[in-house]
């Protein structure tokens, strides 16, 4: 099929034959004929690098021609500002949302596509954003997440609120391939489109005894190394003019292969001087040297733990051919397009808490493979696994080569999914009896799948009684309805369980404490936690010692629950030193993290210490002025002292200690100081900055009555 056939803005067309794409790819012109552009329903699952986003992107555009509007759902930031990026410059207005949850961000209706993520959508449709029911196009995309216990039943929910508000939208669901589409396409009331083609052709392999086996034959890999097969697969890629990704079950392992293959590798590309100058020159940690060590011989590693700068320019480099190799753990397989012409699968057994080392999936193991093969770039792809022994190959084959990929099932009726959204569903207006909420769960994968639905109907019984017993639901004969607490939890967009635990805490407390707060915090369902070792727990008992009287949470006795409380008594003293100014190199150093994790922790209670302080403003009134301005020490990693600069805009928390330590500790103080002495401390760009801001300040104040106001500088270089 011709794209100069398909009904769409001559703009768009004119975009694609300039970029030398001038036929659809097979799946793609199957969703034409399925009724993509006549606003039919599709569930696509294809394999990845098939064209899915050029999908989206063409029946995106053809409901912005005919006035409407779309939004495009994604499950992670890093992957909601790729596709904003790769949907902007066509002639369409783009936004993306993926920040605070208790806003309507009512100028996003403005655009034309909003990309957002799966919890950004469900809590505008908490807080009742008034675009949302202009939406006649929604794409979810990696809809398979469905299936994941985390995400999923946000994503299910938010797919049933949506259709349930806007009956005659569109949907299409973006899928990696799964083992029960039909399914899945029956819930969502779409056509199915599945297939095996790809734009690349993928030959996938076992590797032993320096060969790698494929189901047609054999192919014989030099030996340069006597003791890594992993590093003669990347040698043999690069050697062919490929470049290659090597995943690995965790950081430890994916750093320990970028410096052995940087070693191999050993390129002079001079294009690699200027990221690894960036990456050292940035470089706070050890980790972050190593990655600049990698880099500037053509190797790199990726996973959550390097800051988000650090990824961006390990991926930049990855595009631009100039870093050959990559090692990762599966997060660079979540979605981002990075393919590479050889995917090595070296470690397919991964830890699980309380069940050792366990094979990963086959939906997994696909995924991973799908990332071999540059459209365009490659004549083929290849992904190869490892094998130890000659007896294993056949079984890596069966297990992964040859298998299906698992059936997706939904997880909103597991115990623990219920209790938010049986609030939101109350609080947002979705039911106002049991029977209207039942109705509404009817609409659930859940149901769909399950058609009795009996698990469904006493998981939302249990949540009912809990939050009834918390006084977040008010129950009134047949009638249900959020109480003030219920709504403003519910727009907060926390766990209903973290904040009766908050609040309950809150009441009992008669002294106010930075550590008791953040260790409440760090305990909450909704706050990751840090793994304590068993050399951690001496140095968290001397902790408690030291600060006898400041924790709130008592010891629990079981030996299970304990473990917890020392978990987030450890991530609470890690949040403690970042607000205690300690230099992010020792924090990581401290804790064995990276500047990545720190980032999501801070992150994370942020948000945890927003909603804290609006429950104090309820129920802890005295309190609230505190814990605001502790969010903004932890907002800023400052202690209390600096909170009066880093109101000034440029102004952090290195800026605002230089000041501080020289005397200057607020910003009337740094208008007394001068701007060519604040230049020397903060730098020329800066001081104007900040400078224009104290100026407004001075002109915006009104002088006192009878003052002459000819008197002075009319600005702060200018006498009058």
């Known amino acids: 099929m011709q794209i100069s056939e398909i009904p769409l803005p001559e703009h768009l067309k004119q975009q694609y034959l300039a970029k030398g794409m001038q036929v659809l790819y097979p799946p793609q012109a199957e969703c034409v004929e399925r009724g993509m552009f006549e606003g039919r329903n599709l569930l696509v699952a294809i394999p990845t690098a098939s064209g899915k986003t050029l999908i989206a992107e063409m029946a995106m555009h053809s409901h912005i021609a005919r006035k409407g509007k779309c939004l495009y759902i994604v499950p992670l930031k890093a992957l909601a500002s790729e596709k904003y990026e790769e949907f902007s410059n066509k002639g369409v207005r783009v936004g993306i949302a993926t920040g605070d949850f208790d806003r309507r961000d009512d100028m996003l209706g403005n655009n034309d596509i909003i990309v957002a993520t799966s919890e950004k959508v469900d809590s505008l449709l908490r807080n009742n954003a008034r675009w949302i029911a202009e939406i006649t196009l929604l794409v979810i995309d990696e809809v398979h997440l469905i299936d994941s216990s985390h995400r999923g039943p946000v994503v299910e929910m938010v797919i049933a609120k949506m259709r349930y508000r806007n009956p005659a939208m569109q949907v299409i669901g973006l899928s990696a391939t799964i083992g029960n589409p039909k399914v899945l396409a ?131 480099g990855f595009r631009k051919g100039l870093i050959k190799c990559i090692s990762s753990t599966p997060t660079l397989a979540a979605g981002l397009n990075l393919p590479a012409r050889r995917v090595i699968i070296r470690d397919y057994l991964r830890f699980a808490a309380g069940e050792g080392m366990q094979p990963i999936p086959a939906s997994e193991y696909h995924q991973m493979a799908g990332r071999a093969g540059r459209p365009r770039l490659d004549p083929y792809g290849e992904a190869v696994l490892i094998a130890k ?143 304590v070792r068993n050399t951690d727990r001496a140095a968290l008992d001397r902790m408690m010692d030291e600060h006898d009287g400041e924790i709130w949470l008592e010891m629990p006795g079981e030996e299970e629950e304990q473990e917890e409380y020392y978990r987030a008594l450890k991530t609470a003293m890690l949040l403690s030193d970042w607000a205690d100014e300690m230099p992010d190199a020792r924090i990581c150093e401290r804790y064995s993290v990276g500047p990545g994790d720190v980032y999501g922790m801070v992150e994370s209670v942020n948000w945890l210490l927003h909603a804290s302080g609006e429950l104090s403003r309820m129920f802890a009134l005295t309190f609230h002025p505190r814990i605001r301005e502790y969010e903004t020490c932890m907002k800023n990693g400052i202690r209390r002292e600096l909170l009066p600069l880093v109101k000034l805009r440029g102004i952090g928390r290195v800026r605002a200690r230089r000041l501080f330590n020289n005397g200057i500790t607020s910003p009337e103080a740094v208008l007394g100081a001068g701007i060519e002495t604040v230049t020397k401390l903060i730098g020329r760009g800066i001081a104007e900055q900040v400078f224009a801001q104290l100026e407004k300040r001075v002109r915006a104040t009104p002088l006192p009555e009878g003052e002459d106001n000819m008197a002075g500088q009319s600005t702060l270089s200018r006498f009058r």
């Open 389 to 531: 022994d000659e007896g294993q190959v056949e079984e890596l084959f069966e297990y992964y080569i040859d298998a299906p990929a698992e059936e997706v099932h939904s997880k909103i009726a597991e115990p623990n999914a219920l209790y938010t959204h049986v609030l939101s569903l109350i609080a947002s207006g979705f039911a106002g009896t049991r029977n209207e909420l039942l109705s509404f769960m009817d609409r659930s994968f859940y149901v769909h799948e399950h058609r009795q639905g009996r698990l469904m109907q006493r998981a939302v019984d249990t949540a009912l009684k809990f939050l009834v017993d918390n006084d977040m639901i008010l129950e009134v004969g047949e009638h249900l309805g959020s109480s003030e607490f219920g709504t403003l939890v519910s727009r907060l967009y926390i766990d209903p369980r973290s904040a009766a635990m908050i609040v309950s805490t809150l009441h009992k407390e008669s002294d106010y404490s930075d550590l008791g707060l953040l260790h409440l915090i760090c305990s909450t369902p909704d706050m990751p936690r840090l793994y």
């Open 186 to 316: 029956g819930w969502l009331d779409a056509e199915l489109v599945t297939s095996t083609w790809r734009p690349v052709d993928l030959r996938q392999g076992v590797f032993c005894n320096d060969r790698i086996h494929f189901r047609e034959g054999e192919r014989r890999v030099k030996v340069v190394s006597k003791n890594f097969d992993d590093i003669n697969l990347c040698l043999d890629t690069i050697a062919e003019g490929g470049q290659c990704l090597v995943f690995v079950s965790s950081r430890r392992n994916a750093e320990a292969f970028a410096k052995r293959a940087a070693g191999a590798i050993k390129s002079e590309d001079p294009g690699l001087k200027e990221p690894a100058k960036e990456l050292e020159r940035t470089a706070e940690t050890e980790m972050g040297k190593t990655l600049a060590a990698c880099v500037a011989r053509g190797a790199a590693f990726h996973h959550a733990g390097l800051s988000r700068p650090e990824r961006a320019v390990v991926e930049e």
